[in-house]
């Protein structure tokens, strides 16, 4: 799942 | 200390202000239409509006406070729902027609220039025109899709770990306070506490109609990528494979 959760754990801007 | 519980309009509010923006394809589809180049439009949009839900799912209140297994297994499970209520509450004022964006709209015969697609055209079409019947209030709708999310994935048996309990206990009150909001919205267009409870069932059985139209369109998409029709993108395929793991 490394798009998904790099979109998830990313501080929203 | 938990968070001053919202109101049920707060939430709403919170979730109004989490909508997505209107999301283009931004290239015209290649015509004539062809199953690729229609093929190649659809998944290329999704693609687009993956990305914005993942950052719409992480401003529902409470949905960041779950467990990251909870939050990947959720969105996993009801991708093509999500899309699939927009899609609809976007082709509410266009009957026959599905408004997959500003720039990318079908009719039926367009549509089935793709094989097996003529189907699930006419479910999304079928439960559109539901929606236009009930006259779903944009409160309502934007209450149904955090639904969508938060009811998704009840049916996977998580972990017993207790982080995994903990956050189940937690998804389960945010999803009463989803249900609470939208008992507050419907009750907002002064119907009888009768017609009210009816309202709420028929807009609870629309999701039942989305996740079969849903379940439809993966499997549709998933043998789309076995014929290799389309390239599909890291999220969108990611998104597809994950499904199907789920589902099997």
Avoid at chain 2, 23 to 28: E, F, G, Q, S
Avoid at chain 2, 58 to 67: D, M, R
Avoid at chain 2, 84 to 112: A, C, Q, T, Y
Avoid at chain 2, 137 to 154: F, G, T, W
């Amino acid at each position: 799942h490394t798009k998904l959760l790099q979109l998830l754990t990313t501080k929203p801007e | 200390l938990n968070p001053p519980a919202l109101t049920p309009e707060q939430l709403i509010q919170q979730i109004m202000e989490a909508e997505p923006p209107e999301i283009y394809l931004m290239k015209d589809i290649r015509r004539p239409l062809t199953e690729a180049n229609v093929m190649m439009s659809l998944t290329n949009l999704a693609d687009k509006e993956l990305v914005h839900m993942i950052s719409w799912a992480k401003k529902i209140p409470g949905f960041v406070e779950l467990s990251l297994l909870d939050q990947v297994h959720m969105l996993e499970c009801c991708w093509l729902e999500v899309l699939m209520i927009g899609l609809m509450w976007r082709s509410v004022n266009h009957p026959g027609k599905l408004i997959f964006s500003p720039d990318l709209s079908l009719s039926r015969e367009e549509g089935s220039c793709v094989q097996g697609f003529v189907e699930i055209f006419d479910m999304l079409v079928a439960a559109t025109s539901r929606v236009r019947e009930l006259k779903l209030q944009r409160e309502e709708y934007v209450c149904l899709k955090a639904m969508i999310l938060l009811n998704s994935n009840m049916c996977l048996t998580s972990s017993e770990g207790s982080d995994e309990l903990q956050s189940r206990s937690k998804l389960l009150r945010l999803l009463d306070t989803v249900t609470d909001a939208l008992v507050w919205a419907i009750a907002k267009t002064g119907l009888t506490f009768r017609q009210q409870y009816t309202r709420l069932a028929h807009l609870l059985m629309l999701l039942s109609h989305i996740r079969h139209v849903s379940n439809k369109g993966m499997d549709h998409l998933h043998c789309m990528k076995m014929k290799n029709m389309v390239p599909l993108y890291d999220l969108l395929l990611e998104m597809l494979d994950a499904h199907i793991v789920h589902s099997s």
